[in-house]
T-cell receptor
Framework: NAGVTQTPKFQVLKTGQSMTLQCAQDMNHEYMSWYRQDPGMGLRLIHYSVGAGITDQGEVPNGYNVSRSTTEDFPLRLLSAAPSQTSVYFC???????????FGQGTRLTVV | RKEVEQDPGPFNVPEGATVAFNCTYSNSASQSFFWYRQDCRKEPKLLMS???SGNEDGRFTAQLNRASQYISLLIRDSKLSDSATYLCVVNTKTGGFKTIFGAGTRLFVKA
């Protein structure tokens, strides 16, 4: 019962470094999304995808890129890490017909 | 105005109490609605879907009022294990399919 798998669980980056957060789901969900969660801010949508080859921006897309080459995978790339990107990142997937989403366990990212 | 707004909380209640959470959403074209639960330092988990006819799952009852664009969650006979943050979630297809989360309401149930 893998569900949604995110890696890594923890990461420390230096300002200016780049990295990719991995997300994979095995439920054949069409819709995948990335959120960041900061204290007092709730979950904010970064990017989302309604299917392979289709991505779109959410509420806070700046500084992040995504791609969706397969139904299963939806990686999030930080292009040049900044301290403002210190956050907890969650990947989620769901059926595009509006079903509830399933979340990965999150990645706690610190940028120093 | 935020697309999904919730009572800020926190709610502090004794065991056995009944507690109600409220949520409003701004997009009248929103299509589906949910309540999620998030424990400290964990991922959000789906608690239940919300329908206009109302739905119940044990001690939990959810209700949707489309005319008022209002969603509620009622927890009866609160348990210590109900302590968590409760997130109101709305799916919409306006301008692309999106899932929007409220900021959450923190619940503390005390013995």
């Amino acid at each position: 019962n893998a569900g949604v798998t995110q890696t890594p669980k923890f990461q420390v980056l230096k300002t200016g470094q780049s990295m990719t957060l991995q997300c994979a789901q095995d439920m054949n969900h069409e819709y995948m999304s990335w959120y960041r969660q900061d204290p007092g801010m709730g979950l904010r949508l970064i990017h989302y995808s309604v299917g392979a080859g289709i991505t779109d921006q959410g509420e806070v897309p700046n500084g992040y890129n995504v791609s969706r080459s397969t139904t299963e995978d939806f990686p999030l790339r930080l292009l040049s890490a900044a301290p403002s990107q210190t956050s907890v990142y969650f990947c989620a997937s769901s059926y595009s017909n509006g079903g509830g989403a399933f979340f990965g366990q999150g990645t706690r990212l610190t940028v120093v | 105005r935020k697309e999904v707004e919730q009572d800020p909380g926190p709610f502090n209640v004794p065991e056995g109490a009944t507690v109600a959470f409220n949520c409003t959403y701004s997009n009248s074209a929103s299509q589906s609605f949910f309540w999620y639960r998030q424990d400290c330092r964990k991922e959000p988990k789906l608690l239940m879907s919300v329908y206009s006819s109302g739905n119940e799952d044990g001690r939990f009852t959810a209700q949707l009022n489309r005319a008022s664009q209002y969603i509620s969650l009622l927890i009866r006979d609160s348990k210590l294990s109900d302590s968590a943050t409760y997130l109101c979630v709305v799916n919409t297809k306006t301008g692309g399919f999106k899932t929007i989360f409220g900021a959450g309401t923190r619940l503390f149930v005390k013995a």
